[in-house]
């Protein structure tokens, strides 16, 4: 009889046990960082698509519970998370602020209800700037990050396009993940920051495969995305590296200028792009009649982002006014680069003409060369039309003889080697 009962209660304890939802949430519960202290300071804005090609209320609840497992790991009195809904028309569902507690958020963005319709996604982009420009001037230096759920191309293709431009040179970081055989992937490279953005899943379920990869890129402990080679077979020298390119009317064309960008996005290759103490960091200035810096050093933090933003860039049209360049990256190596005696600082110039007020340039040159700043020069152009540098300019604005490089045509950019020996490889075994 007492094994009868001992027998009873043993059962009953085990039925306990399977059914308690402590053990059911402990086994499907995604990775979280041992304390939010490991996460950084963030500004998430989620755009999802509930368009008709979702083809369920449930797909569309999918895309939800993603979005509440993501920012399980963030703490909400100091970051804040937006959400935006798209189909014909874009709705901002949750607004920065909205919610400051965790479980407020995860109950509000369950109850969104899928409306269905077409993708309209320039519309959802166009409301993302909206609530990013209202905020931004009380969150200075804090990162913002758009992380677009799709399973469509966009309605209006030309229209998307265009709001990308703008969310490009806003910098905020954006993710982009695509769902199903129906996505437009040029469309989600143009989207995303950079190559190592752009996520493309077979269905819905898959969401939960890349949460740690997306959670990585604020809180350590997760596997943040990178195309950087790994650590154990490559070190670095850090530096901070300002490349400055000519896009006056000498290049004649778009074509010619993505020449420039292509043979600097192949120079990158040759650093190492991060954050940490020993990886590099990458600005871009560009010049004409005027110049402006198209990113600085702390806009892009993998290589491929920053080539990403490199291949972005237009042509424009003007005057050789290379001074100015010269101004900015002065500038900016003042007010950014940084103290670490250890960084070095380079100045990477590609230029197809003759500066217009040569004079004026020559101040800013020995400006730089009293500094730290090396300096390379690369020329373009002098026998083939397009563009006609200075040599004697061109020797006088890099550090030494061997930091100048001259081509006779811009697809002779392809055959220059720049060695800046940053980064140090040994072979994969």
Same mark, same amino acid.
């Given at each position: 009889m007492m094994n009868s009962a001992f027998s009873a209660q043993i059962s009953? #304890?085990?039925v306990v046990l399977l059914l308690s +939802?402590?053990?059911v949430i402990?086994?499907?519960?995604?990775?979280?960082?041992?304390?939010?202290?490991?996460c950084e300071v963030v500004d998430l804005i989620f755009i999802l698509d509930r368009s008709w090609s979702l083809r369920s209320p449930e797909n569309f609840q999918k895309e939800l519970s993603f979005v509440a497992d993501v920012v399980s790991v963030l703490d909400f009195s100091k970051?804040?998370?937006?959400?935006?809904?798209f189909s014909d028309d874009a709705d901002l569902n949750i607004q920065f602020n909205e919610y400051r507690t965790l479980s407020s958020f995860q109950n509000a963005i369950r109850t969104l209800p899928w409306v269905g319709g077409n993708t309209y996604t320039h519309k959802a982009i166009e409301m993302m700037l909206s609530e990013y420009n209202s905020h931004i001037q009380t969150r200075a230096g804090i990162?913002?990050?758009?992380?677009? #759920?799709?399973?469509?191309g966009s309605t209006? +293709?030309?229209?998307?396009e265009d709001v990308v431009k703008v969310v490009h040179n806003d910098r905020i970081e954006m993710y982009a993940i695509g769902v199903g055989d129906e996505v437009n992937r040029q469309e989600l490279e143009m989207l995303a920051t950079g190559y190592d953005h752009v996520f493309l899943l077979n269905d819905l379920n898959s969401l939960s495969t890349i949460q740690d990869k997306l959670v990585g890129r604020f809180c350590r402990g997760t596997p943040a995305p990178t195309q950087a080679p790994p650590s154990d077979l490559c070190e670095s020298d850090p530096a901070d590296i300002f490349f400055i390119v000519d896009k006056s009317s000498s290049l004649q064309s778009q074509e010619n200028f993505n020449k420039e960008l292509t043979f600097i996005a192949r120079i990158i290759d040759s650093i190492i792009v991060g954050t940490g103490r020993d990886d590099s960091r990458v600005g871009l200035i560009s010049f004409s009649t005027n110049a402006s810096l198209s990113f600085g050093l702390s806009a892009y933090t993998t290589n491929d982002a920053v080539k990403s933003a490199v291949l972005r860039e237009k042509f424009t049209t003007g005057d050789t006014y290379?001074?100015?360049?010269?101004?900015i990256m002065l500038e900016q190596f003042r007010n950014t680069a940084r103290r670490d005696p250890?960084?070095?600082?380079?100045?990477f110039i590609v230029t197809d003409g003759q500066s217009t007020d040569p004079n004026t340039l020559k101040q800013y040159i020995e400006q730089v060369k009293s500094t730290d700043i090396e300096m390379y020069a690369v020329g373009c152009c002098e026998k083939s039309g397009a563009g006609d540098f200075d040599s004697e300019e061109l020797n006088m604005m890099a550090s030494k003889p061997s930091n100048v490089f001259h081509v006779d045509d811009l697809d002779d950019l392809r055959t220059i080697s720049v060695e800046l020996n940053l980064k140090r490889c040994r072979d994969q075994k």
């Open positions: 009953w #304890i085990l +939802p402590v053990l402990s086994q499907d519960q995604p990775f979280l960082p041992r304390s939010r202290d490991e970051s804040r998370v937006s959400v935006i809904t990162t913002t990050i758009g992380v677009i #759920i799709t399973d469509g209006d +293709p030309y229209k998307l290379t001074h100015k360049a010269f101004n250890r960084v070095k600082k380079i100045g």
